[in-house]
């Protein structure tokens, strides 16, 4: 049991120390310090009065300060050598594969569509751009959809694999597309092309999903614009 004697020294000794920091408060200038300074003085003073029996409030500063440590969030943590695989490995090959996705739609498709509703070329000519079209999409499906994830972790494998999954249907949709077309050229019925159109949309909305896998890799690998356009 502490005795009145010892209460006393106790607060007489912690009035002192508190004068010493009000003094250094004082004359300090430096904001980092004044903020220690300042939780030091309430840590004792709490101390003191709590020995006395009074209550006392933080002051706003104070309270500010310990809710923002108590709040702060651990930052996720990038694993650089996975980034730097994908930007050097991965990347480059899926790069590769989407340009030859866009690179043969518009030469083929959209090429031959505008060429035939011009009368520059003939049915025939048309025929022949379509079925090169399947070919070549053909040609994308067996040799390009094994990009590089060895350097990943199995999670991002696995979205490399949605991305691929997606590509590969939006693929086979197109193919779809041209078949139809040709079929509607061979019957010289080249208005009937709703069917190709509607599977065209679903092709669009399979690389549309494509699309967010990669960008949900590529925010999780830290990965900005202007990396991403490299």
């Avoid at 009035?15 to 009000?22: P, R, S």
């Avoid at 092309?193 to 590529?218: F, G």
Wanted: with cysteine; aromatic share 8%.
């Amino acid at each position: 049991m502490v005795n009145l004697f010892t209460i006393l020294a106790l607060i007489c000794l912690g009035c002192f120390v508190l004068w010493g920091i009000k003094f250094l408060l004082a004359i300090t200038k430096k904001q980092d310090a004044k903020k220690y300074l300042k939780k030091t003085l309430y840590s004792l003073t709490v101390a003191i009065i709590a020995i006395a029996g009074v209550g006392i409030t933080a002051p706003d500063d104070v309270k500010e300060s310990a809710k923002n440590e108590n709040t702060t969030l651990p930052v996720a943590v990038v694993n650089e050598s996975e980034k730097e695989y994908y930007l050097t490995q991965t990347k480059p090959y899926i790069d590769g594969l989407l340009k030859k996705f866009d690179g043969t739609w518009s030469e083929f498709w959209k090429g031959t569509a505008n060429k035939y509703s011009n009368s520059q070329i003939t049915t025939k000519q048309a025929i022949d751009q379509y079925t090169l079209l399947k070919v070549a999409y053909q040609s994308v499906r067996e040799k390009d959809m094994s990009p590089p994830v060895d350097g990943l972790s199995k999670d991002h494998q696995l979205k490399i694999d949605n991305f691929i999954a997606n590509v590969e249907n939006a693929i086979l949709k197109r193919e779809k597309a041209t078949d139809h077309a040709i079929s509607a050229l061979q019957k010289g019925n080249i208005s009937n092309m709703d069917k190709a159109i509607e599977l065209i949309k679903e092709s669009d909305t399979y690389i549309y999903e494509a699309s967010i896998a990669l960008v949900t890799l590529e925010n999780v690998l830290d990965i900005d614009s202007k990396e991403n356009s490299n």
